[in-house]
C-alpha cells in the first residue's frame, strides 16, 4: 500500500509564497513520475508541474516562472515551491506518483488527499 501525505498548504495573500511537500511511504519498487494537480472549485483537475525519475520537469503555463517543483528520491518525497501566489491559485493541490509496487507491478497512479491553498486579495 502506498501512502502520499501532503502538507504545506494554507491562507496566503496574493504575492505571497507557499511551499508544498508530499512524502510516499509503503512498498514501492519504482518511481516513473512525480506531479503535482490542481482543482479549484466547479472545475476540473488540472496539471500543474510534473518531474520525472530522471529529472525533467514540465509545468502548466500558468505557473511557469512562478512555481518550481523537486523530489529528494533518497526520501521520496515531492516539493512545489509556489512564489508571487494569485488568487487564481486557489485550490485543492493533491500529489500523484506514477509508481511499481509489489501489488501493482505496472506504472500504476497514486493520489494523496490533497492540500488546500487559498490566495486572498
Known amino acids: 500500500q502506498v501512502q502520499l501525505v501532503e502538507s504545506g498548504g494554507g491562507l496566503v495573500q496574493a504575492g505571497g509564497s507557499l511551499r508544498l511537500s508530499c512524502a510516499a511511504s509503503g512498498s514501492i519498487f519504482s518511481i516513473n513520475a512525480m506531479g503535482w494537480y490542481r482543482q479549484a472549485p466547479g472545475k476540473q483537475r488540472e496539471l500543474v508541474a510534473t518531474?520525472?525519475?530522471?529529472?525533467?520537469?514540465n509545468y502548466a503555463d500558468s505557473v511557469k516562472d512562478r512555481f518550481t517543483i523537486s523530489r529528494d528520491n533518497a526520501k521520496i518525497t515531492l516539493y512545489l515551491q509556489m512564489n508571487s501566489l494569485s488568487p487564481e491559485d486557489t485550490a485543492v493541490y493533491y500529489c500523484?506518483?506514477?509508481?511499481?509496487?509489489?501489488?501493482?507491478?505496472?506504472?500504476?497512479?497514486?493520489w494523496g488527499q490533497g492540500t488546500q491553498v487559498t490566495v486572498s486579495s
Open positions: 500523484n506518483i506514477r509508481a511499481r509496487t509489489p501489488v501493482r507491478p505496472y506504472p500504476y497512479d497514486y
Open positions: 518531474v520525472t525519475s530522471g529529472g525533467t520537469t
